[in-house]
Nanobody, 113 residues
Framework: LLVESGGGLVQAGGSLRLSCVAS????????VAWYRQAPGKERDFVARISAGGSTDYSDSVKGRFTISKDMGKNAVNLQMNNLKPEDTAVYYCRGVIGATTFWGQGTQVTVSS
């Protein structure tokens, strides 16, 4: 239902843009969020965009990451700027429709120092 792309290897201070493409209309979803999981750690919230377009971010990425909807591609993007080594993780997209939660397979982001 959800497919992430855009991960890769980047140097600290660089940028990446992740994309989450849905097989169902993104705009039918209550919310779409990005989470990330570093090795040996729990999966943590990164950013969320609601059906109405309101957004919120974790404190660790606020001011550096931007979540947005792409109407033409039925996608939710995560623009990540000024990346830091501690941003290294597998990034997952999560969608909510009604009471059901869907997860993508994840995309790896590695930030070298």
């Amino acid at each position: 239902l959800l497919v992430e792309s855009g991960g890769g290897l980047v140097q600290a201070g660089g940028s990446l843009r992740l994309s989450c493409v849905a097989s169902r209309s993104i705009f039918s979803m209550k919310s779409v969020a990005w989470y990330r999981q570093a090795p040996g750690k729990e999966r943590d919230f990164v950013a969320r965009i609601s059906a109405g377009g309101s957004t919120d971010y974790s404190d660790s990425v606020k001011g550096r990451f931007t979540i947005s909807k792409d109407m033409g591609k039925n996608a939710v993007n995560l623009q990540m700027n000024n990346l830091k080594p501690e941003d290294t993780a597998v990034y997952y997209c999560r969608g909510v429709i009604g009471a059901t939660t869907f997860w993508g397979q994840g995309t790896q982001v590695t930030v070298s120092s």
